[in-house]
């Protein structure tokens, strides 16, 4: 069962190079994604492989601040295009 | 074999994330970097078997650290680049002494010598609680837990020093409705970690952080605006996790026989005095957190 | 065993490779990102330190675990107000 | 008993694929849209079918848990999907107007 998580880890090594290339901010953004969904599968493999129903919740609170974590960054990066519109006009 | 490998592959990616956080060009890069740092630590944890701490971890990676550093990063918005600065000599000095450290790994013993988790296992049964880290933090070391509540109360009072001045942006409505949607979800576990921290990883420190999180989402959000510094029962929330947990020493105090120690509870009513100390514990970490990573918004500022 | 001594290493590389940032910076904010990786390191060595017994079939160590949790939380609060104060310092260039 | 083991592990295997053909798609696709369409959509899937490749060879509460776990990650996948390409269609235009200003 370790294997599986092993994959999962390895898929997660390959995200990386994304986040050093670039181009977009996006691309760094959802590689943040990518680390979410997938943390959350190898929580629940290391749940099975420990027999650690602990680590159960540990998956359900990642999936949920995956889930809401995105949509409130970009309220704030949304603010700094904002501030430096201010910046110009003044 | 698989289960070594897999130590192996977290290992490299914990000290390429960190590396590349320290090393990038672009601050923006630098902070991405930091919060998959911060997911990779809770999975770490996992790893180690500290189920309590991937619980407190992912929810400060994942919530707090991030909305933290892009409010900084919004901060950085028109600086100036910097140069970047040599890299030999600090490499040079630093990995000198990061060598002598990884050659005084061999000296820490593999047998635990200390006799305190010992000693932890045998009073187990009279702190009120099963779950051992449950009981350290609200029992034997209860001292702990009400100076760290200081210092998040100090911490929060020193940053009202220094107030930012973000403008208010109006949301999209996708992103409002979904936060509205997940926030009752959010209280709900948020509330069964703190039940289950009994008996099993969780308690108010998981709670709060998660809870905090969840409310830092619903202020980006513009959701929540009553909760501000300016409000009575607000700052009385942020007091309440001190005043419970002196009240309840006093109280025990009073109820246990001459001689009986600061902040030790009568066995009778352990369980009962640590559930209502961590309830107020959680609401005072979550709502100082808060506070200190949304910080104060203008009162009022135009939409865009 | 082996991996008793790759998470101790890992913790110190961390350490390391916070420290070199806190050094070189440039911007502050990557010296605070930087004191938090050594943090992070820190509480790695610890969090090692208290899997031992796992390895002879014990629980982990509790109260290792109950100092890093209290550690992680200030750590979060320390980490806002530097940044609070950085916030300041960077209104006040303007 | 084992006919059930062997259907988890294909499972197992299947989701493992689509995870990484959403790590693949990150890294390969031309731009940053199909990029988000590859890791949205091929990591809700991959941990649907593990959850339910898991869920074989657990107790029915862990089970429910795990379904729990996937419905809030597939709602977060789509939430996030729109969230990040409205930011980034928002970007280019932004500075737009920013210049006719």
Redesign the interface.
Known sequence: MSVVALILLFSMLLGIWRVLKGPALLDRLLTIQLFGSTGVAILLVLSKVFALPALLDVALLLAILAAAAPAALVQRLRQQKQRSRQRTSL | MALLLFDLVLCALLLLLAGAAMLSRSLTQAVTLFIAFGVMMALAWARLKAPDLALAEAAIGAGLTGALCFTALVRYAKQPAYPQPALWRPLTFIGLVTALLLASLSQIPLQPSSAIPALVQQHLPQSGVSHPVTAVLLNFRAWDTLLELLVLLLALLGARQAPGDLPRYRGWSLSISWSRLLSPLLLLVSGYLLWRGAAAPGGAFQAGALLASGLVILRLNQQLSWLSWRHFWVRMLVLGGLLAFVLAGAVSLLLQDLGAVWLSWPQSIAGAVILIVESFATLAIAVTLTLLVVGEPKPEVADA | ??????????A??????????L?????L??R???L??IG?GI??LM?????????QG??????L??????G???A??????A??????L??R?D | MTIMLMISWLLLALGLMFFLAGSIGLLRFPDSFSRLHAVTKADTLGLGLLVLGLSLQSSWREGLLMALIWLIVMASGAVSCQLLARFSDEQPSESATQQED
């Open positions: 065993m082996l991996s008793f001594y790759l998470y101790l290493g890992t110190v590389l961390l350490v390391g490779i916070g420290g070199l940032g050094w070189r910076g440039p911007e904010l990557r605070i990102l930087a938090n990786v992070a509480f790695m969090v090692t330190l208290a899997y031992r017994p796992v390895m014990e629980p982990a160590d509790s109260v675990h109950a100092l890093v949790l209290t992680l939380v200030v979060v609060s320390a980490t806002a107000f940044l609070a104060l950085l916030g300041r960077l209104t260039a």
